[in-house]
């Protein structure tokens, strides 16, 4: 099997990578940057984002692991190197599916496809920014505010939940839209909750002014002459290769309440 490893960099980090790669050559697995069938991504939650968005291209055949080497870790599954070597070697992994945001941006005349992992997100360059919210082709609202956030299901604990937005449960095949520091008064009205949207729904958003600037998990950029931003659940999924052991709900309570009580990671 091609596998291929992407490390955050860090000295931890990096000696995983070292024993990973190593232990597996030598059990005649192939180290395959290009076409690997299963991604390794050894640090945090940003090691996961970079993984996905090397390897987005080809998400119909290579899955990801996720091992933990401190920070949050919220998609880790796994920080214990030999039970994860086993798991691999054995192949006595599960596999599950998360959904993805997909976003099409009209500017200048051309359209742009992005694909998030947690989110995609809206806001102006400088001062608050103004963008119209329609859903399914109908006025929704005319939102005035700092930016818009637009997260998966995975997503939902990340830019999401620090926006009052709900936690999704990532079986469910939705995206959330959630506002950042709407202005509410009699002038301008938004609906001022997060909004869950389903497969096969459509959302547009129609900003006001020229130049915004849009994030794409970790990355952001200004986009020039934007005319509209298009989210819905996108057609591919992510994914993860885990232990049975750890359902999300453990997840979110591990990362968020305490590390108590809680049920342990793969190979703890
Ligand atoms: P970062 O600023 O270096 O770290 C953001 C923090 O969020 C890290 O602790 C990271 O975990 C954690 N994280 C990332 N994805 C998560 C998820 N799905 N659930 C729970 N926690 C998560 O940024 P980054 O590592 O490049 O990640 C980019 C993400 O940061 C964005 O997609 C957005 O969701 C989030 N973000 C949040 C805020 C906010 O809450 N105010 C603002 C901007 C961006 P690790 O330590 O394990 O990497």
Redesign the pocket.
Known sequence: MEFAVISRGDEVSEAKKEIVTQYLNGQGFNYNQVFPRVVIAIG???TV?QAFHTYKHRLESTAFIAYNTG?????SDWDNVESLLEAIVDSSLITVEYPLVQAEVEADGQTVTYQAL??VTIKGVKGSVQIDVRLNNHHFESFKGDGLCISSP??S???NK?LGGAIVHPSLEIIQLSEMASINNRVYRTIGSSLVIPKHHILTLLPKADTYMLSV??ESFPVESIQQLTCSVAKEKIRFLRCRSFPFWNRVKE?FISLNDCEPRGGR
């Open positions: 945090g939650d940003g984002l920070h949050l870790g919220f998609y947690n989110d995975s997503g604990t990340g830019y620090s998990d970790h990362a």
